[in-house]
């Protein structure tokens, strides 16, 4: 569910390019302090903009402990660390853009963007399918429970209980999208208006101020300090 905070206010394209931005520098980090504070930030923004499962940051955790006890095995903790660090830095953004930005400001963002109607509509599609997915499998789980499945504690269940049922909703699901675009009459080629435009704002300006001040703190810390 998405609060009504200073990050779901920001202008979605300031936010895509912050995302990018964020994705190449964890890259190029090297330096553990450089990336403990990109990692302390986004976390922090995630706290304060999302409203987290226990459960799934339960499961995010042990997998994170895994692979960091795997690569120190591998490696050494040093670079298990930085490693851990780096994955955390480049996972954090997908969620963080996704609960902050409804699909009517992500598809304002591309069309700002300037880029092809028809990948406009793919990407929004894709933006919305998400959801969708996540809702039907939990129905289709639900469903096995009534049966009796426990599909989770039954691994030789997933085929048949989970993911045959899901493929076929995804299919139904395809078709209706599809219906529902021929009987509107959408044009890919024809020209597209926008009501609300976007509009560039005083807490954008403060936002991309404060992501640049912290990437010039990580580029001291990584290649000055």
Known sequence: MRKHNFLTQINPLLKIIVCITILIVALLLHDIKAISVLVITLLTLLLVSVRINL?????????????MTISTWLRDFH???????????????????????????????????????????????????????????????????????NVARQPRQWFSGLLMPLIFRI???????????????????????????????????????SAAAIVI???YLEWVA
Do not use: C, H
Request: proline share 7%; charged share 15%.
């Open 79 to 149: 670079t298990s660390v930085i490693s851990s660090l780096r994955l955390i830095a480049i996972l954090l953004p997908t969620p963080l853009l996704a609960s902050t930005t409804s699909p009517s400001d992500l598809v304002r963002a591309i069309q700002a963007a300037r880029l092809p109607n028809f990948i406009v509509l793919s990407l929004m599609l894709i933006w919305r399918f998400l959801p969708v997915i996540q809702q039907e499998a939990q129905r289709i789980i639900e469903a096995n429970w009534l049966r009796g499945v």
């Open 217 to 219: 703190v990580m580029g």
């Open 55 to 67: 459960k799934i940051f339960a499961y995010v955790a042990i997998a994170l402990l895994t692979f």
């Open 171 to 209: 299919v139904a699901y395809a078709d209706d999208v599809t219906v529902g675009l021929e009987t509107r009459g959408y044009d890919p080629q024809a020209p597209r208006s926008n009501s609300q435009p976007l509009r560039w704002q005083p807490k954008d300006t403060i936002f991309a101020v």
